[in-house]
């Protein structure tokens, strides 16, 4: 059932928008269960309420992955958008607060073919450092990095970061670059405490599920 | 209410307070280190380990929303606790199928899937699982969301046949994230 990606199809795969042969398609309602206005995307959108979306309460995604924002022009809280139907807000936010207010979309680009991160318990890449590669990490403690995590350096690969362990909490996505420090990745402190890997079938063709 | 897991001299320890920010009584919990197995806690929603189901991996979780995935019906208190015994997370394996009793189209998995369907899987609805090695936690919705089943290769022999066999708290053949249990 699993498809392995051989190098020649990893290094086929580009870093721009979409990637090869990748296209994004996502919809998002105005009210829960993809009722009332709608609005139909393939390309980033820095304010929702250009058009004309009071607010946001359910989405359907058709090609993704896409990220997020409860603030305009990608700022703010953050949320992946996985290739699936969203019937209601909480079906992507872990937060308390009922939270409906979600202000700009873009595509999530996904980098490929190695996954390295490195995460530093103080600013400015200082510090004790934890190297993170090819897999997911539920808890950073286990790993014995209890620290804060103040910067990043998300060499290849595009991951996202969570609050508590186990995926959980607020999210924060690192694509590939350089986060000096937390307020980089839109955190309000250095608390990081699970990390993993954004997968699609588009670009991660190992595990990948073949039509039968 | 307020958890800590954290492991040391060859137990695993939990440390739960009875309000949330580390305040107010606190217990601990302790369980041996076995020298094969990994082990993380799990917790539930009600006594008996019935109910909602949480993996908690070692980390601290200072409120409710740190452990609950699920906003619609959060648990706010979880009341039993036990250990779950992993695998190293190279080794797990899974088997997913289709049709309840381990029968109809099948997938092996040995990662983790914030979205099956991301990664080409039809639907929505698993009927059963047969859980080879370690111990795996599956999610109602996309990026380990909403309720959550604990999968064991050492319970029910590492089948589950119908969602009666997942949790007293499950209702529906939805699955969308499937991820191995580590340390």
Partial sequence: MAAQLSAPEQAAASKSHGGLGGSYEVTVYELENFQGKRCELSAECPNLTDSLLEKVGSIQVESGPWLAFVCRAFRGEQFVLEKRDYPCWDAWSSSRRHN???LSLRPLHIDIPDHKLYLFESPAFSGRKMEIMDDDVPSLWAHGFQDCVA?????????????????????????????????????????????????????????????? | MTLQCTKSAGHWRMVVWDEEGFQGQWHEFTAECSSVLETVWGGFEHAGFQGQQYVLERGEYPGWDAWSVNTAYPAERLTSFRPVACTNHRDSRLTIFKQENVLGRKGQLSDDYPSLQAMGWDGTEEGSFHVHFGAWVCSQFPGYRDFQYVLESDHHSGDYKHFREWGSHAHTFQVQSICRIQQ
């Fill in chain 1, 100 to 102: 409906d207010i979600l």
């Fill in chain 1, 151 to 212: 910067s990043a350096h998300a060499i290849t690969g595009t991951w996202v970061g969570y609050e508590f362990p186990g995926y959980r909490g607020s999210q924060y996505m690192f694509e590939r670059g350089e986060y000096c420090r937390w307020n980089e990745w839109d955190a309000n402190q250095p608390q990081l405490q699970s990390v993993c890997l954004i997968r699609d079938q588009k670009w991660h063709k190992w595990g990948c599920f073949l039509s039968s």
